[in-house]
């Protein structure tokens, strides 16, 4: 089953603001766990985009952001381009009855 | 620069034993900071699934490893500290198993750790 839900697929047109959701619940990010992102390309490993729930890595552009709020998450893509074009998963620590990380059902991101 | 590299694996009958290493230049598996190494895999088309993890803390410190308990029994790391490596083997695999796999070091966050830096992944296949 989903612990963290996703929209299969959003898209944008160059230069659009995107919000991609990831919707938890009471053991994962609503007990308190942050919650990062990743971005995969095709055929490549995922990489962290935005990590502890805001906190973007070294060399992650700015217009990646992160939030979060009760029981969900959101990442936002501010002035999409065209190498924004892929999967994205939201990940957490989920408790009980998982006692494990979990990653989203995944968001494939579109640039029109 | 922290370099993760997975082992060639390729082909795994089914009921076998699959083993994975993970070799790491860059960083030591064993030293005593709040690092945290372990596996992912994601089979085709799908979302990673998080294995298993360890955390080293030094030769007198015993060491902490964790499993996905949906794997748990089939599941198990080993540390070559020697060689900076780490090891996985999946048990009794089946069609299920078939992913590519991959190696991570996981750093904290306040609450919880992420996969900071991942390998390049293998492939493994299960076939008769």
């Known amino acids: 089953q989903s612990v963290l839900t996703q929209p299969p697929s959003m898209s944008g047109a160059p230069g659009q603001r995107v919000t991609i959701s990831c919707a938890g619940s009471s053991s994962n990010i609503g007990a308190g766990y942050d919650v990062q992102w990743y971005r995969q390309l095709p055929q490549t490993a995922p990489k962290v985009v935005i990590y502890g729930n805001t906190n973007r890595p070294s060399g992650v552009p700015e217009r990646f952001s992160g939030s979060k709020s009760a029981t969900s998450a959101f990442l936002t893509i501010a002035g999409l381009q065209a190498e924004d074009e892929a999967d994205y998963y939201c990940q957490s620590y989920d408790r009980s009855p998982s006692d494990s990380f979990v990653f989203g059902t995944g968001t494939k991101v579109t640039v029109l | 620069q922290l370099l993760l590299q997975e082992s060639a694996s390729g082909l795994v009958k089914p009921s076998e034993t699959l083993s994975l290493t993970c070799s790491v230049s860059?960083?030591?598996?064993?030293?005593?900071?709040?690092?945290?190494w372990g596996w992912i895999r994601q089979p085709p088309g799908k979302r990673p699934e998080w294995i298993a993890s360890?955390?080293?803390?030094?030769?007198?410190?015993?060491?902490?490893?964790f499993y996905n308990p949906s794997l748990r029994g089939r599941v198990s790391i080993t540390l070559d500290t020697s060689k900076n490596q780490f090891s996985l083997k999946v048990r009794s695999v089946t069609a299920a198993d078939a992913a590519v796999y991959y190696c991570?070091?996981?750093?904290?966050?306040?609450?919880?750790?992420?996969?900071?830096?991942w390998g390049k992944g293998t492939t493994v296949t299960v076939s008769s």
């Open positions: 360890f955390y080293y803390g030094g030769i007198h410190y015993g060491g902490i490893t």
């Open positions: 860059g960083a030591s598996i064993s030293d005593d900071s709040a690092h945290y």
């Open positions: 991570a070091r996981l750093l904290p966050t306040s609450s919880t750790y992420y996969m900071a830096d």
